[in-house]
């Protein structure tokens, strides 16, 4: 049994997104490394994550910030070199932290020597390894995603003279996963990291490996086909290693990403995040409760990943028009805000840097069903820079102390790779770890108190949930189950005080006892549970039998 | 001792769970099964239509339905259980019902829902009647639209209707209410309607609330407290409005509910009406009126046959009533054949206001003053007809709007006979 619970272990994790660049200068040239991870490593250990989840930090032009590979078995030279990333992962595994890297699949960098070799003549042997075509009329059901900087799913190439086919930006051309070479290179690729010593994988970009004519070219049997591959040869070879999903679909459709335990061990569940946002502007559950109830069940071995905010903006596309409008108006009203379909902000300026919001939405995260994915920054409050191009605005410098550069870089300002938040709401000086440190009732404290309490059970990771539907809607409350031990979660969506009645009759006789300050309530009779709360409050129970 | 509530302690437990909204619709019920259902998925589609962000509730004002009404009102709800709706919700509509009483009175029924509407703290608030199956959602925001964005206190509608319907309003209530007023607001007694917070409150707070004795035409004091109380009153053109669903039932208990209400009111606001003359056009969204021309059965022959027996029968208590030039006219005409009666506005407008004189002075008793109104109204409703029987829409318009500037010139008369009977 233990080998088997150790094999689970991504259910029941923290997980911290993080990006090398973005984190610790150990040498002084302005940009994050891996020695400088590896030194903050023991402020995650205290925080209490169980996983490092590291964006790209592979060779690259970084047109993308990394998702644009130019060499999948080294570490860009920003970064260090392969010895420090060996370093920090043995110093992450000395402290129990899991180490989970990008895998881009779909794509590589123009730069990158296979479509170097590929668009050189026609007769190239990697010719086969992308996509191309003499027209640009193939695949017209595919819809484009970078809306915002791409005109069409094809790019000509002066060089071979022909149309290359790429789902993101035409600077990244898409593998050709219908050539067993590249499938089989692929895999020799994650070998070289998986022996390096990795934990798993977030694979980027997963549904649009394949494309087929008359389709829309996402989410197709034969991308399916290549996902049960890989996962057949790492579960033979490296067992207990896990495979992320990065799909950004609607819940049936992510569902297959799951297979019957063949595919994904875990995928992000994209659709529930904006409806978290949804529901406390709306300060109506609805928007939570429909998502989650359209949300089907998994085997026992996956996961849904959760989060609030990541890399990327605040994605839009798995929300409907009349969603979209209302989230632009309520948490993107300036232009500068919006990119692509989505909002690119991070957690505290969406919420008006109101405590009491951040921590509601982080309870949600901490209490639903799925693992939580924090962003680094969020759990101090940083805020963003919506004047930085692309997505660059949510990933300034970690903000480690009041000092200079804040504590990121000794280099000089200027050659930081780039600017740190200097206004005096969010600058580094007023949202630092070291002044939460100091202060048991900081957003850092709290979060490592959440951080706690959640990893205090696995009912969080790995139990049910049964969602209650009190008459009042502003109340969000459900029940999570696992063996003999009940939790109840009650979340106040509403920026004023509610009262809720809860049906609580199948736990009559149970004592509540919340579960951060430990405190009995009256015990549960046959009558309606009352409860009172103050605006966004929220409380977790774990019901007792005493 | 404890001040009865017209909030029994569920409403307020439902008000509770709904908590504070923008919009409020009400809906006044009473053994309405037959029809309800498709009255609230149009308000629901309106909403949803007009109001998709806003925080919204239907409250059902039930007056002891035995049929299911209050159920298939809350059986309509689109909350988180029911994904089925083909409409879609970005947040929950609430629907609750509550039951006031055991005996139905639209005054109850709507005071509850403005005490919900206070509650709630709604923006704005519109009614809606359970018979209206003609509705359509886009009735919902022409109401409430003007209310909600453009701070408008009132909002009273305007029906396509046949040229002979709503005889009640177009020949007393509107051009009366217009006189006195000096609003020309075409439905003052609506089944349809909107109102602003601070109308809604100010109207709770000085509604006398003796609905027992009252009986109902609430929906006429709204709009003259809007009017007297110089809140800002807008119109909206909604459509066909089934027919009879207003005039239904009797004449005499349809005039208490609208001139009862109307006679009443000139006490209390004397200052209000005796002040000024003419009349001005209120802010309309669409066409002011529309009249379709399509046959309607009416049975002239009666209405004559009525008025002739009423002068006969009531000329007792015409005498209390009416002046004596008055009523010498009224016998006269009384004795014309079909072919050659004619009740001319004049000496309608002159009755109708030596009636609301005596209802003020109460000559006798009020009800018994109403109805002895109803004879001759049906008289002046058979000239009408004989009028306009082979009128354009535009000649009945034409029409009804002399029959209000002879309301409007005849107004110091009224003046006249009010202190006269002091």
């Known amino acids: 049994m233990p080998a088997r619970l150790d094999t689970l272990w991504y259910k029941n994790a923290v997980i911290y997104q993080v990006h090398v660049r973005a984190f610790y200068d150990s040498n002084g040239d302005g940009i994050g490394d891996f020695a400088g991870l590896a030194q903050k490593l023991d402020y995650l250990q205290e925080l209490g994550v169980d996983a490092i989840w590291l964006m790209p930090f592979f060779p690259s032009p970084l047109r993308d910030d990394g998702y644009d590979i130019s060499d999948y078995t080294s570490v860009h030279p920003n970064y260090g070199t392969l010895e420090d990333f060996k370093k920090f992962l043995e110093a992450a595994h000395e402290r129990q932290i899991k180490v989970i890297i990008e895998m881009v699949l779909n794509h590589t960098s123009d730069q990158h020597p296979w479509f170097q070799e590929s668009r050189s003549s026609r007769e190239n042997p990697r010719r086969d390894w992308y996509v191309w075509s003499d027209t640009d009329t193939w695949y017209k059901g595919a819809r484009i995603i970078f809306l915002d900087t791409e005109l069409s799913n094809w790019a000509w190439d002066p060089v071979s003279k022909s149309y290359y086919w790429h789902r993101f930006f035409s600077h990244q051309p898409d593998l050709n996963y219908d050539n067993p070479a590249v499938r089989e290179q692929m895999w020799t690729l994650m070998k070289f990291w998986l022996e390096l010593g990795i934990d798993a994988f977030r694979l980027d970009a997963v549904p649009y490996l394949v494309e087929r004519e008359g389709t829309n070219c996402e989410n197709l049997p034969e991308t399916h086909a290549i996902i049960k591959e890989l996962r057949q040869k790492l579960d033979h070879e490296f067992p207990g290693r896990m495979l992320l999903a990065e799909a950004n679909q609607w819940p049936a459709d992510l569902r297959p990403y799951f297979g019957n335990e063949d595919e994904f061990h875990m995928a992000f569940h994209f659709p529930l995040m904006p409806r978290m946002f949804m529901g406390v502007k709306l300060e109506d559950r609805k928007p939570i409760t429909e998502i989650l109830q359209q949300t089907p069940e998994i085997p026992p071995s996956c996961q849904w990943g959760l989060f609030l905010r990541n890399h990327d903006e605040l994605t839009l596309e798995m929300v409907t028009d009349i969603e979209r409008d209302y989230m632009y108006d309520s948490y993107a009203r300036s232009k500068a805000m919006r990119l692509n379909l989505g909002i690119r902000r991070r957690l505290a300026p969406l919420l008006d840097n109101d405590r009491r919001r951040i921590e509601l939405m982080n309870g949600m995260l901490m209490s639903l069903p799925g693992t939580p994915v924090l962003y680094y920054g969020d759990e101090i409050g940083m805020g963003d820079n919506v004047n930085l191009g692309d997505r660059n605005g949510v990933r300034t410098p970690m903000q480690w102390n009041g000092g200079w550069n804040g504590g990121f870089s000794v280099a000089d300002p200027e050659s930081l790779y780039t600017s740190l938040l200097l206004n005096p709401v969010y600058g580094y000086q007023a949202v630092n770890v070291l002044s939460q440190k100091r202060s048991e009732h900081s957003l850092l404290s709290w979060m490592q108190q959440i951080i706690r309490v959640r990893r205090s059970t696995p009912i969080f990771g790995s139990g049910l949930i049964e969602f209650l539907y009190p008459a009042n809607h502003r109340v969000l409350a459900y029940v999570r189950q696992l063996g003999d031990e009940t939790i109840l979660v009650v979340n106040n969506l509403s920026s004023s005080a509610q009262a809720v009645e809860l049906d609580l009759r199948r736990y009559k006789g149970k004592i509540p006892i919340e579960m951060f300050g430990r405190n009995l309530f009256p015990r549960v009779a046959e009558a309606p549970y009352l409860l009172t709360m103050g605006p966004y409050q929220f409380y977790w129970f774990r019901l007792r039998r005493i | ?422």
């Open chain 2, 1 to 422: 001792m404890v001040e009865e509530s017209v909030l029994t302690d569920d409403l307020v437990r439902q008000l509770i769970n709904v908590g504070e909204v923008d919009i409020l619709v009400g809906l006044p019920t009473h053994n309405n099964a037959r029809s309800v259902e498709p009255v609230v998925h149009a308000i629901q589609a309106g909403l949803l239509q007009g109001f998709p962000r806003e925080r919204v509730v239907i409250v059902n004002a039930d007056g002891g339905s035995r049929d299911g009404t209050p159920d298939l009102v809350t059986g309509a709800s689109i909350d988180d259980l029911r994904r089925s709706y083909k409409g879609y919700a970005l947040r929950t509509l609430h629907s609750i019902s509550t039951r006031y009483a055991n005996n139905p009175s639209a005054r109850v029924g709507l005071r509850t829902i403005l005490a919900a509407a206070e509650l709630l703290r709604a923006k704005a608030c519109a009614v809606v009647s359970p018979e209206s199956t003609g509705m359509e959602p886009d009735w919902i925001p022409r109401l409430l639209r003007p209310v909600y964005s453009e701070n408008f206190d009132l909002v009273t509608p305007i029906y396509r209707r046949h040229k002979f319907e709503g005889l009640l309003v177009s020949n007393l209530v509107y051009p009366m209410t217009r006189a006195l007023y000096g609003q020309r607001i075409r439905e003052p007694y609506a089944s349809e309607f909107a109102f602003s917070a601070r109308l809604g409150s100010h109207f709770l707070a000085h509604d006398p609330g003796n609905y027992d004795s009252h009986g109902s035409g609430a929906e006429l004091e709204l709009a003259m407290s809007a009017i007297t109380g110089g809140y800002r009153t807008y119109q909206s053109f909604l459509g066909t409005k089934s027919q009879g669903e207003r005039e239904g039932g009797d004449l005499v208990p349809a005039m208490r509910r609208t001139v009862g209400v109307l006679f009443s009111s000139l006490e209390a606001n004397f200052a209000a009406w005796s002040s000024h003359a003419g009349s001005q056009p209120v802010p309309t969204l669409g066409s002011e009126s529309q009249v379709t021309l399509e046959s309607i059965r009416v049975n002239r022959k009666r209405l004559k046959q009525m008025f002739t027996a009423g002068v006969a029968e009531l000329e007792p208590v015409f005498r209390s009533i009416l002046s004596s030039t008055t009523l010498a006219e009224l016998q006269r005409i009384a004795t014309l054949g079909d072919d050659d009666f004619h009740y001319p506005a004049e000496l309608w407008v002159r009755t109708v206001y030596e009636f609301a004189a005596s209802y003020a002075k109460s000559v006798m008793s009020r009800d018994h003053i109403i109805q002895g109104l109803a004879p001759l109204y049906r008289g002046r409703i058979f000239t009408f007809l004989e009028e306009n029987r082979s009128s354009s829409a535009e000649e009945v318009e034409k029409n009804i709007e002399s029959l209000c500037l002879e309301f409007e010139r005849l107004k110091p008369y009224l003046l006249e006979v009010w202190n006269t009977k002091k």
